[in-house]
């Protein structure tokens, strides 16, 4: 006995001994490095003509401040009030920007400090925007926008592409994140779809195209599950997520609120829907209880199209209107057939529906006088064929490739005109549709 416990003394000893040796062998740079404050790269979205949401994050808890102004080098720029980034949102937060000169280029940066310590701090690279024009005023406006970026698919190339053509906007029409498929395992949950979005905020395409431009961004199924609907078990954790991750400005009487819309001057208005989270199951027969968007998501699409005095609507819908599976339009055929029927009975003019989700590029000129665009994906497994087929709508689809729609808005002789391009990532234009 006596020898036995002697043995394990001595064990006990040797296993202490390497512990000790092994914090010994740490360095004061591996240390202080561990210890290092660092800061996200800036985003910023949901801009007005007077106002921008600033998104950020730091690797722990600190006191963010933006700093902004309409000078490159920021040498007269403003301060915001210091907000604390705290673990309860993942060290997230958003920091609305007011009283902004419509029109206007702007630039900021992040600053983070340590909370106990003053001198630990870091600070962001320099981001840009532009501010929308007022209503009455009528601008030209160029702006991009794809959906579906997987970050097993990394690097995100065709950001660099959509950077060249120097956009007034970008809009991530849906899948942002695949929070069911690798690297890793599927999120369930809130840490594990968080670390989802910090998978895809690594790459440096997007973090470039991040400090040139400012986003409007919508979900889709994969920031949840696939051909996620409003039972899914994991909706709620999943939308607290992607509105920590985005400059996304939140309804102050409803927290949960996702659908919304912008304008562009006289030149535009878009529309982004949620076509999630109050959707019925898939599976539910159709018929008018069978809903995609929520009788007060459709009755605020309606009232708003019909006021809306801008030349152009874009509907940004993230899934497709016809011709594919039940989670499109397709499986809600009966409000699909209301809502084009309710935009053809009032005469509202130039609207024009973009998808994306099915992972390759079309144009279609559906009989109601709608037009639908389909661009995708950013960053998959691009679609080898297209579900649309050789339908009389289709007047251009593109398969096996990554692509995103690049809308121009101008006036032509006095007249607005919209012209359409879908390109790939190298940069090439594929095709060009014009509406009027």
Not at 29 to 46: F, H, K, N
Not at 333 to 339: F, S
Not at 380 to 402: C, D, H, K, L
């Amino acid at each position: 006995m006596r020898d036995q416990w002697r043995f394990s003394a001595i064990l006990v000893f040797l296993v202490l001994e390497a512990v000790a040796r092994t914090f010994a062998s740490v360095s004061p740079e591996t240390s202080r490095l561990a210890q290092e404050l660092l800061v996200s790269e800036p985003i910023v979205g949901d801009v007005t003509a007077d106002r921008a949401l600033i998104w950020a994050r730091a690797n722990r808890e600190a006191i963010l401040r933006v700093e902004y102004g309409m000078e490159a080098e920021l040498a007269t720029a403003q301060f915001t009030e210091p907000v604390r980034l705290s673990p309860d949102r993942d060290f997230t937060a958003k920091v609305s920007l007011d009283g902004l000169r419509p029109h206007t280029r702007y630039f900021y940066r992040l600053h983070v400090q340590d909370p106990t310590d003053p001198s630990r701090k870091s600070v962001s690279s320099i981001g840009e925007f532009l501010t929308a024009p007022e209503e009455d005023e009528w601008a030209a406006l160029t702006f991009a926008y794809s959906g579906d970026a997987g970050e097993a698919y990394q690097p995100f190339q065709l950001f660099d592409a959509v950077r060249a053509q120097r956009p007034d906007f970008f809009l991530f029409l849906g899948d942002t994140i695949y929070a069911d498929q690798g690297p890793g395992p599927a999120a369930k949950t809130l840490a594990e779809y968080r670390l989802k979005y910090q998978g895809n905020r690594k790459d440096a395409a997007f973090q470039r195209l991040a400090r040139e431009t400012s986003f409007y961004v919508i979900w889709d199924d994969h920031e949840i599950a696939n051909n996620a609907n409003r039972t899914h078990p994991r909706l709620l954790p999943a939308r607290r997520a992607f509105l920590e991750y985005w400059p996304i400005r939140e309804d102050a009487a409803d927290g949960t609120r996702l659908y919304r819309s912008f304008r562009w001057g006289r030149a535009a208005e878009l529309f982004l829907l949620d076509c999630r989270q109050y959707r019925s199951p898939q599976a539910e027969r159709d018929g008018p209880a069978k809903t995609m968007l929520g009788a007060e998501q459709k009755a605020w699409l309606k009232a708003a199209l019909l006021a809306s005095p801008a030349a152009f609507k874009f509907i940004a819908t993230t899934v497709p209107l016809k011709y594919h599976t039940r989670d499109s339009w397709e499986g809600y055929r009966t409000e699909r057939r209301e809502l084009l029927e309710f935009i053809r009975t009032y005469g509202i003019a130039n609207v024009i529906f973009l998808a994306a989700d099915v992972h390759y590029a079309a144009v279609l000129r559906h009989v109601e006088g709608i037009i639908e665009i389909v661009a995708g994906p950013i960053a998959q497994f691009p679609s080898p064929i297209a579900f649309v087929g050789r339908r009389p709508e289709v007047e251009f689809v593109a398969t096996n490739m990554y692509t995103y729609a690049l809308v121009r808005v101008l006036l032509e002789d006095s007249e607005p005109r919209a012209e359409i391009s879908i390109f790939n990532a190298a940069g090439k234009r594929l095709h060009t549709t014009r509406v009027p």
